[in-house]
DNA sequence: AAAAAAAATGAAAACGATTACAAATTCTAT
DNA sequence: ATAGAATTTGTAATCGTTTTCATTTTTTTT
């Protein structure tokens, strides 16, 4: 079914409808009316890349994301739901573990001529500056969980530092004092902020963070695991709390006390930060910061949407605030309930 | 940049250019130099709305998931990855709750013209059947987790009877005879056998299943909890182990059990289904039954693949074998470690 | 060196829509 | 009834490729 054979069995020129399907209302009621009766019963649909063709408009964004897993899932579907309500398909790609591979898969992206580009992202290195750089010249843009300052494109991002800070203000009220911290990889610019809160908040309080008290992990369990281990071994006095700035790594530190035989909370207890789907259902349940992935992706949708439909837009740098999430997992210390 | 600017910066025909890009082998080696010096040059990239149109090719499929969530993860990663390298798009749509909407996105990406359509069910009602017999007919498909026998669409499933079987069997040679049973919902057709498979494991060793062992629930974590919660207290001797359809039923249970003082699997043995990557870390570490996400989705993004290639395929239906993963939630009977 | 065969190139017609612009039709006001 | 305006419709060019077929160029054979 092409527009030309409706356009014959409704007896008028292809022209006229093109005009019934864009909604042109140059068009007689009663010409309209034929026309898609005619499109109705042949169940016919434009071809979406002849119109593109002359529209040069592929109606597709590209999602990049470092991969498609829990973490991310509500983000993928706010977006999803907003480019689907404004006529958008979503193709997607993701980073996998090598950034080679990534910027490969970017580069795939812009070359199917997607329109624009949600790029959630786990770290930013100069070689990625350098081909977002360039892809921006063609393809608009807006970045998730990173910004760029120095190039001019929009991010969606949470306020690591206010949530960071919230996370110590809770542990600190809870009167612990020797608290340890198990950082996040140190080329992730954003959660860094995570790890100056951190600091911030205890040299505000006057306290003193023995080297050994400081771990880095990779966001993962084991790193977790480790970070905790290295944290108990390093003949420092142990914690009597632990923030993990993540809530994987904090699960998996909570995995080596309960190993060694320490209890959480009432030994030692452990901040998350993330509030990822299994926290509230983990024993105990974590305490931790939480994240609204449904905001982060409805406005990062929202946001290259506003783009494509005034060429510009409102704010270049969205950030969102983190909420404080109590649950078990911290305990006040010197409180013997549990 | 266009094929004409190509063309005219190498002072040869379109033709010549497009034969050039297409790796056709009647063109003289130093016009081929030639014209890929201005290709890399210009940087340019054929407009692929443009030969979609004249070769009929979208080069892009559908990915339809009912969430992307966890436990897709993997799954949705390893089709990104076979569709990727075999120069194919991925654009995605999601399920969500209501299958209104699910047959309305699976409309949506069949009119974007996507070349195939991979469809992992959650369930399928007579209302699918209808609207994918209809898809079908223009669009090729596979369907993960389901099949429609009655139609002709290939489908990638795994043996879950073979699954819930060797669950059953470790219960059982563990020396569990009071088993109860968190059962999938009873539209999924696939899981359902789970069911059939805990009943006829129970009946061959002549065990009894009072009514109140036997809980549905609908996969989520809350539903496990509250299966456990009727299990406990429908006035049945309190089972030994329980038999979750599920991971995340598997979790609400033992968090059920845990809230009302019962240790797990010290009182009572837990088995999960699925494992999800927070198998592993969960406390106790579940046993469970293992699926090969990568396997499925590798499987089915080359099931169609193939049949784009040869216009069939080998094998209308794929089933996978799952695999028993012992760890901590199952305990012998009587023995008192932990 | 000419004829025949093979190889390389180009001209032009698709593909299926949209959209200026022109043409035809209908309406309004005299 | 008719000029002029307003409304509808159609013609044809266009978007950027690919591909058929014809033509030109090169190579081989005699």
Chains 1, 2 share one sequence.
């Not at 800070?165 to 996040?184: N, S, T, Y």
């Not at 009597?240 to 959480?264: E, H, P, Q, S, Y």
């Amino acid at each position: 079914m092409t527009i030309k054979e409706i356009a014959k069995l409704a007896g008028v020129s292809t022209a006229t409808v093109s005009r019934v399907i864009n909604g042109d209302l140059s068009v007689k009621k009663d010409t309209r009316a034929n026309v898609e009766k005619i499109i109705q019963k042949t169940n016919y649909w434009p071809n979406l890349m002849a119109r593109g063709l002359v529209k040069k408009k592929t109606n597709i964004f590209g999602l990049m994301m470092p991969r498609f897993d829990g973490w991310y899932s509500q983000r993928v579907e706010a977006i999803l739901d907003v480019c689907s309500r404004n006529k958008y398909g979503v193709m997607i790609a993701s980073g996998l573990a090598k950034y080679e591979e990534e910027m490969e898969n970017l580069n795939l992206l812009a070359k199917q001529r997607v329109e624009g580009i949600i790029y959630s992202a786990a770290r930013i290195t100069p070689r990625h500056r350098e081909i977002i750089a360039q892809i921006i010249e063609r393809i608009p843009m807006v970045l998730v969980d990173q910004a760029i300052d120095e190039l001019n494109v929009p991010a969606i991002l949470q306020d690591n530092y206010r949530g960071a800070q919230k996370a110590m203000r809770h542990l600190l009220e809870c009167g612990h004092r020797r608290i340890a911290f198990i950082a996040p990889p140190q080329d992730d610019i954003e959660a860094e902020k995570r790890t100056a809160a951190f600091y911030d908040a205890m040299r505000a309080e006057g306290l003193d963070v023995p080297e050994g008290h400081f771990q880095r992990g990779d966001f993962s369990i084991p790193s977790g695991s480790q970070g905790m281990e290295r944290i108990l071994e390093g003949g420092d006095p142990t914690p009597t709390a632990v923030f993990a700035a993540n809530d994987n790594m904090a699960i998996g530190a909570i995995d080596c006390l309960i190993r060694r035989g320490l209890r959480v909370p009432q030994d030692v207890s452990v901040m998350g930060f993330d509030d990822i789907a299994m926290a509230r259902h983990f024993l105990p349940a974590l305490t931790t910061v939480h994240q609204d992935q449904v905001a982060m992706g409805t406005q990062a949708a929202e946001l290259i949407i506003e783009y494509k439909k005034y060429k510009k837009v409102r704010l270049k740098k969205i950030i969102l605030e983190p909420e404080l999430i109590v649950r078990d997992s911290v305990q006040r210390l010197g409180e013997a309930r549990g």
